[in-house]
Structures are given as structure tokens and as C-alpha cells.
């Protein structure tokens, strides 16, 4: 397979760079790697090899493409971490985040409004299923979270039912990285040396039908889901359950995508006993799954709470929002709350040049269709990374909208991980880099969700080098000794 300009990115990346410019002078990577190693602490760092790191060096981007320091072409197939939409290197997003530090650089929103994050907060009410139209400015996806936790617990306090505060999780979720989103998120090697909130979240089962018993079938499980959470709201007593929090499609998990009807039933749930629904849009929000928000378009529900972030600017500035709904915002408010203060808050909340990345962003996806893009591009992305299917080292691929997941099987019994299942996500990357493809590696998974804009072409090279990627993975297993090929 030729592998187009991958090592010819050294041309194009000169004249990003040229063009850009930086605040640094351009250096070796060694050098860089040098410092990365010796100074910065990574998200989720294995601290055992703290130090000793190899990362690739980005230096530029265009596109769906990273340029690293060795000047190689590299395809983002994670789209950076869920939230590159329009892709790098958009030079209207630069002008207009550097108008916007001209003008107002930064405002106080502990007690001044702005022009741009009101207009943006409008904006985004009306983007919303229902009557969530009540804007929380937050800087990312886990102070998103964390707001909407801080509010049902607030909301219930000013309801005078203190008791009312168990969350509702799910195993598999992730839902951010402050000590309350953390607490709320539900993939186990994550919490294995991090305190959490353990006494206020309830976690559980994850919906995910790959997983499901043998001989079950998809309605079943899901009904068994589903029961398994109103068994739980029974269990700790509706009148002490505050929240149920759950993605639309479980991202960081796997791409855990429940049965189809399963949201809706929840919902049911939650409204019976009196529970608040948030649904965390903080990946699925924002077209990736072809609509502005997944949870009515998508899911059939109308939640309580919304949290988004990523793709709201297409990371070209860190923001984040927690949107409430009329219903909720109106039994707090009032005469009932004068003098109730919603203590929380931060010094960049509804920062105005991140507001004004997401107009523009929002105006970009608007202006070239993006979400329609993504509708028509889903059947044949998920076609062709179904394809690969056929590798026998793989057990599933699945996916919705432009994100997927591949799931490698080392133990067919399903059941236990191989301490090798912990190493496959990061074997496979490894090969794919070094071929021009970022994956994302998660365990024995690698998950994809690439720049919205990605064309039909660039989803032929990038699932040919994911495919070439885990077969030299699977062969290398094979040569050492470390799996063998099932005999059918
Ligand atoms: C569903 C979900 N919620 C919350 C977060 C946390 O967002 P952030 O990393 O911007 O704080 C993430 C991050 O991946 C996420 O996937």
C-alpha cells in the first residue's frame, strides 16, 4: 500500500511552520523529548516509566493531519481526543481568536457579562432539545461534569431534601478528571491508586451488548439494564437518589453503544421516581454523531442537564458547558431563591476568547455542513472498520456517527483480561505511527473518532493502516509465542 506523503510531511510541515511562526525557536526532538521527559506530567501517566518517554513531538497540523518534529504526516484518527471537528490549521479560527484578545481579552464573569458569551450561551439554548436554555460556562469537559454534580446537589438543598444526593453511574463511563467527575467515572483501572467520592456515586453495570451473556439476546439484556437501575434507585431509596448520569454512547469506554431503546427506558425510570437525567454530550455533542446533541436526535430523550465541551471549539480553545433545563432553573429561582448563592465558578468561566472560537467554529460546521457531512459519511466509515472484522485477532468493531471502536480478543472466553490485553491498544499503535496513523490506545481497545471532516479517501488510508497495523501486531504475537491463531 502506498502510504501518501507520510514521509514528505517534512515539506509540508516547513511551511506550516514558516507561515505560523511560535513562540519558540524551532528544536531538535531529542531536545524536546528531553524536556518532556525531565518536566511534564503527562494525563495519565504511567509513572513507572515517568522519564523515559518516546512521544512523538506535534509540531503542526492541517487538516485531518499532525506533523511531528521528525517532520513525518501523520492522519489524527482519535481527532486529537474526541474534539478536532473542523480539523487543524483553519486560519478564520485564528483571526478570530486574535480579534477577540485585541478587543477583550478577558472579562470577569463573577460580575460582568460579555458581549460573546452571551451571544454564544443564546446560542447554544437554542441548539438544545427541549427547554435546556440555561448556559454554565465551564473550562472542559470535567468542570462541565463536576457543575452539573455541584447543581443537583445545590438544586436538591434548595428544595429542602438534603438527602436526596446519590448519584447513579455506570461501570465503563468516563466523566472527567476533578475529584467529583472522577468519582463518577466508572472504568476500574482508572481508580485504583485515586481516592473517590465512593459514598455519594452508586455504580452500575455497564450497558455494553458485546459483553452480554451467551445466549442473551439484545432486548433482554437491555431490559435487565434497565431493571438494574431502578433495582438500584429501589435499593438506596428514591428519596436519597439525585442524579442518574450517563453518556449517550459510553466514549472512553470502548464506544460502548447500549441497545437500541435503552436511553428511553432510563428515562422512564428517572422520571418515575423523581431522579434527574444528565446526559454527558461531552464527546457525542457537537456532530459527532451527525447532530448538534445526540440525546433527542440520536436517543429519542429530552434530559435534564446537557454537558458538552470538545468539540464546541474544535479544540482550538478549552471550554465547556453545563446547560440546565427552564423546569429546574425555575423551581430554584425566584422569590423561593433570593439570596441562595450557586457557589461555583471559575476565573474563566465563559471565557470571551473561547466563546468567540465557538461562534466561529459552530459558524464553520454550519456554513459546510458538516453534520450533514457526517450523516452521509457514516455508513461507509462504519462499513469499512467493520471490515476488519476479518483479522482473527479482532472479536468486534463497532461504532456510531464518526467514532468507532476496535476490540481485540485475546481470551475468547471473554471474561478475563491476559495481562497482554493491557499491552495490545498500545502494540498496535506503535505499528500505525510509525505507518502514518494515530489510534487511540485503550487497553486491548482502540478507539477512532477523527476529524469531522474527513473525507471518503482519507477513511480508505486510515482503516488500510489500522488494518496493516493490527495484523503486524497479531503476526509479531504469533512469531514470539504469545497467541495462537484459532483453528476454526
Ligand atoms: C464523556 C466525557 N465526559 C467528560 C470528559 C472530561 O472532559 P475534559 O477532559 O475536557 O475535562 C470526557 C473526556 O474525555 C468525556 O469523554
Not at 454534580?149 to 448519584?167: A, D, H, Q, T, W
Not at 468516563?174 to 465512593?198: C, E, I, M, V
Request: charged share 25%; hydrophobic share 35%.
Amino acid at each position: 500500500m502506498k502510504i501518501k506523503e507520510f514521509h514528505y510531511g517534512g515539506l509540508i510541515m516547513n511551511k506550516i511552520l514558516e507561515s505560523s511562526g511560535s513562540v519558540i525557536d524551532r528544536q531538535s526532538t531529542e531536545n524536546l523529548r528531553n524536556k518532556d521527559n525531565q518536566h511534564y506530567l503527562h494525563p495519565w501517566e504511567d509513572i513507572g516509566s515517568f522519564g523515559e518517554n518516546q512521544r512523538t513531538v506535534a509540531v503542526g497540523g492541517k487538516g485531518i493531519y499532525l506533523y511531528d518534529s521528525e517532520g513525518n504526516r501523520l492522519i489524527d484518527g482519535p481527532g486529537g481526543m474526541w474534539c478536532t471537528q473542523i480539523g487543524y490549521g483553519r486560519k478564520e479560527m485564528a483571526e478570530v481568536i486574535a480579534r477577540q484578545i485585541m478587543r477583550t481579552p478577558y472579562y470577569s464573569p463573577f460580575n460582568l457579562t460579555n458581549d460573546v458569551s452571551a451571544v454564544l450561551a443564546e446560542k447554544l439554548a437554542q441548539m438544545t432539545p427541549g427547554d435546556l436554555n440555561t448556559v454554565f460556562f465551564t473550562t472542559g469537559g470535567s468542570t462541565a461534569v463536576d457543575s452539573a454534580l455541584r447543581f443537583v446537589s445545590f438544586y436538591n438543598n434548595c428544595k429542602g431534601r438534603p438527602e436526596k444526593k446519590k448519584i447513579i453511574s455506570r461501570q465503563d463511563a468516563y466523566h472527567g478528571s476533578t475529584y467529583l467527575s472522577a468519582s463518577a467515572s466508572g472504568k476500574t483501572r482508572d481508580k485504583n491508586f485515586q481516592d473517590t467520592a465512593a459514598d455519594i456515586i452508586s455504580f452500575i453495570g455497564s450497558p455494553n451488548p458485546f459483553r452480554r451473556p451467551v445466549g442473551m439476546s439484545e432486548e433482554e439484556f437491555r431490559d435487565a439494564k434497565v431493571k438494574e437501575l431502578e433495582d438500584r434507585i429501589l435499593e438506596l431509596g428514591p428519596a436519597n437518589v439525585a442524579a442518574f448520569i450517563a453518556e449517550p454512547i459510553l466514549a472512553s469506554g470502548g464506544v460502548v453503544i447500549p441497545p437500541a431503546g435503552y436511553h428511553k427506558m432510563c428515562l422512564d425510570i428517572c422520571r418515575k421516581y423523581d431522579v434527574l437525567y444528565i446526559s454527558d454530550e461531552v464527546v457525542t455533542g457537537f456532530g459527532r454523531l451527525g447532530h448538534w446533541f445526540a440525546s433527542e436526535k440520536v436517543f429519542d430523550i429530552v434530559p435534564d442537564i446537557i454537558t458538552c465541551a470538545k468539540g464546541m471549539t474544535s479544540g482550538y480553545q478549552p471550554l465547556g458547558a453545563c446547560i440546565v433545563s427552564d423546569n429546574l432553573i425555575a423551581e430554584i429561582s425566584g422569590n423561593t431563591g433570593k439570596g441562595t448563592i450557586f457557589s461555583n465558578g471559575y476565573t474563566y468561566s465563559g471565557h470571551p476568547v473561547a466563546c468567540a472560537a465557538a461562534l466561529k467554529n459552530i459558524e464553520i460546521m454550519e456554513q459546510e455542513k458538516i453534520l450533514e457531512h457526517v450523516r452521509e459519511t457514516e455508513p461507509y466509515f462504519l462499513q469499512k472498520v467493520k471490515e476488519l472484522e476479518d483479522i482473527p485477532i479482532v472479536g468486534n468493531v463497532r461504532g456510531q456517527g464518526l467514532m468507532a471502536c476496535v476490540e481485540c480478543l485475546l481470551d475468547p472466553d471473554k471474561q478475563s483480561s491476559l495481562a497482554l490485553d493491557y499491552e495490545m491498544g498500545g502494540r498496535i499503535d506503535k505499528k500505525c505511527q510509525a505507518m502514518g496513523l494515530i489510534v487511540r490506545p485503550i487497553i486491548n481497545m482502540n478507539v477512532m473518532s477523527p476529524p469531522l471532516i474527513i473525507t471518503r479517501e482519507q477513511i480508505d488510508e486510515m482503516v488500510q493502516i489500522l488494518r496493516r497495523g493490527i495484523e503486524q501486531t497479531m503476526d509479531q504475537l504469533v512469531k514470539d509465542g504469545l497467541w495462537e491463531m484459532p483453528v476454526h
